[in-house]
Every structure is written in structure tokens, then in C-alpha cells.
Nanobody, 117 residues
């Protein structure tokens, strides 16, 4: 099982980034996919979640209206479009897959997003 995040980097306040998470080794379409983030000195927090078919999404209040999660089950990839970035969005962003019987939780190694003011 692999979840490989990409697309992180340094961006200025108000800029945009698109994160990708390429999945392999499991039935991607059967798993709920999420993006989490962890800022220095803080706990990991849920940023956005998308259902198996992509029809249902949830967002943290702090990113609503600025971030959009999407998935392409044909490409086994989940995305996070991040607009109007703020310095407080600076964190390591992790891809998570949850699903299966019994319930499995898979994590990527993360990609760093740094927003300069």
C-alpha cells in the first residue's frame, strides 16, 4: 500500500497550490479519502474528506470556501485545491485512506506547504 503526496512548496499569501495523492496497493474507489495537516507544535487536524464516489465532501471551518477536495477513481488519485492561502495554512499535509473490512487506515508521508506573509 502506498499513498504518495506531491504538490507542496512555498507560496505567497493569497496564492494557490494543488496537492495530489497517488494511491496504490488497495481498492481506491472503496476508500474514503481525506487530507489532514499538522502545523509545528500542533496536533494533526482534518482538513477535508471525500466519499468513495466523490459525491459528498466535508471541510474544516478554517478552509471552507478556499479549499476543494476531489478524486479521480480512474487514476487512483485524490486532490486538494488550495486557494487564498494564508500563513496559518502552513503545515505538513497528509493523505489518508480509510475503508475496508476490517477497517484500515493508510497514511502518506506528507508534503510540506509553507505560506509566506
Amino acid at each position: 500500500v502506498q499513498l504518495v503526496e506531491s504538490g507542496g512548496g512555498l507560496v505567497q499569501f493569497g496564492g494557490s497550490l494543488r496537492l495530489s495523492c497517488a494511491a496504490s496497493g488497495f481498492t481506491f474507489s472503496g476508500f474514503v479519502m481525506s487530507w489532514y495537516r499538522q502545523a509545528p507544535g500542533k496536533e494533526r487536524e482534518l482538513v477535508a474528506r471525500i466519499s468513495t464516489g466523490g459525491g459528498s465532501t466535508n471541510y474544516a471551518d478554517s478552509v471552507k470556501g478556499r479549499f476543494t477536495i476531489s478524486r479521480d477513481n480512474a487514476k487512483n488519485t485524490v486532490y486538494l485545491q488550495m486557494n487564498s492561502l494564508k500563513p496559518e495554512d502552513t503545515a505538513v499535509y497528509y493523505c489518508n485512506a480509510r475503508g475496508g473490512v476490517p477497517l484500515w487506515d493508510y497514511w502518506g508521508k506528507g508534503t510540506l506547504v509553507t505560506v509566506s506573509s
